[in-house]
C-alpha cells in the first residue's frame, strides 16, 4: 500500500505559478511512477503529467506541455508539479497517483494509488 498526500493548491491570478507537492508513505517510492491528474467541475478526471522511476522521463498533456514540469526527489518520498503561467482553465482539483510498473501512462485506470486532491482555483 502507499498513502498519497497532496499540498501546495490554493487561489492565485492568471499567470501566477504554484507548486504541488505530493509526499507517498508506505512501499518504496522509487519503485512507483507517479502521475497528475486533475478533474474540473462537471468534467472527466484529465491526465496532466507523469515521471518514471528515476525521474529521466517525463509526459505531459498538450494543454500544459511548457507550461508544467514534474519532477521528483525520491530521498524526500515526493514529487512536485510546477505550474508556471497558469490560466482559467486549469482550475480543478489536482490528485497525485501511484502506479507500480515502470512505465508512466496517461490512463487513470493504470495508477493504483491516489492522493485526496488538493484545489487549485485561478481567477482571471
Known amino acids: 500500500q502507499v498513502q498519497l498526500q497532496e499540498s501546495g493548491g490554493g487561489l492565485v491570478q492568471a499567470g501566477d505559478s504554484l507548486r504541488l507537492s505530493c509526499t507517498a508513505s508506505g512501499r518504496t517510492f522509487s519503485a512507483y511512477t507517479m502521475g497528475w491528474f486533475r478533474q474540473a467541475p462537471g468534467k472527466e478526471r484529465e491526465f496532466v503529467s507523469a515521471i518514471n522511476l528515476s525521474g529521466d522521463r517525463t509526459v505531459y498533456a498538450e494543454s500544459v506541455k511548457g507550461r508544467f514540469t514534474i519532477s521528483r526527489d525520491n530521498a524526500k518520498n515526493t514529487v512536485y508539479l510546477q505550474m508556471n503561467t497558469l490560466k482559467p482553465e486549469d482550475t480543478a482539483i489536482y490528485y497525485c497517483?501511484?502506479?507500480?510498473?515502470?512505465?508512466?501512462?496517461?490512463?487513470?485506470?493504470?495508477?493504483?494509488?491516489w492522493g485526496q486532491g488538493t484545489q487549485v482555483t485561478v481567477s482571471s
Open positions: 497517483a501511484a502506479r507500480h510498473f515502470p512505465r508512466a501512462t496517461m490512463v487513470p485506470s493504470d495508477y493504483q494509488y
